[in-house]
């Protein structure tokens, strides 16, 4: 009767023959959670990027061109590309800004604050100085083509106005162009 009073003893290579499943069950969920993730907006939306025509920072050029390849792809045809606009081309212009405050340091009565933009002489004239330039993000597509009725052209084409504009696959329409309509 005294042996089965007597408290076990802990045996760790029992305990994880028992519960090896689970410990192993943790293991790759930590191994997860420490795997770097692909970083995205605050939206979740990936950063758009700046396609070839969007730096002249026009809406009509970039859909031209996106036009003129989506054309050259297998099985889409007649092709009309829309864009829309979460904002436009931005330009950020250098500053210098000038704080003022009346009264004690460490609890100033009241303050200005005054910004001016940064200039430069040039021949004949004075150039601002342009410190970043933030190209077009986009908010959606739309393209009609001929092939737009076949899921291949569909996946095909969305995943190159992706690839172009930055958009994710939800924000991108593809349709099936309409029998007997002509194009402009």
Avoid: F, H
């Avoid at 305990?15 to 943790?26: E, Q, T, W």
């Avoid at 026009?58 to 050259?72: D, F, S, W």
């Avoid at 084409?157 to 002509?182: C, K, P, Y």
């Amino acid at each position: 009767m005294d042996e089965e009073r007597k408290p076990k003893k802990w045996k760790p290579l029992e305990v994880l023959g028992r519960y090896r499943y689970v410990l192993l069950v943790a293991a790759l969920g930590a191994l997860l959670l420490a795997w770097p993730a692909k970083e995205t907006g605050g939206s979740g939306e990936a950063s758009p990027a700046a396609p070839a025509a969007a730096e002249t920072g026009n809406l009509a050029e970039t859909e031209r061109a996106l036009e003129e390849i989506l054309g050259k792809m297998e099985g889409v045809g007649r092709v009309e590309v829309m864009l829309t606009l979460q904002s436009g081309r931005e330009l950020v212009l250098a500053g210098d800004e000038t704080l003022r405050y009346s009264g004690n340091v460490s609890a100033p009565d009241s303050y200005d604050r005054s910004t001016t933009t940064v200039t430069v002489g040039a021949s004949g004239g004075e150039d601002v100085v342009v410190t970043q330039e933030r190209y077009p993000q986009y908010r959606g597509a739309l393209v009609v083509c001929d092939g737009g009725g076949s899921d291949a052209v569909r996946l095909a084409v969305t995943g190159a106005v992706s690839a172009l504009t930055g958009l994710g696959s939800d924000r991108i329409a593809v349709v099936r162009w309409q029998s007997g309509v002509q194009a402009e």
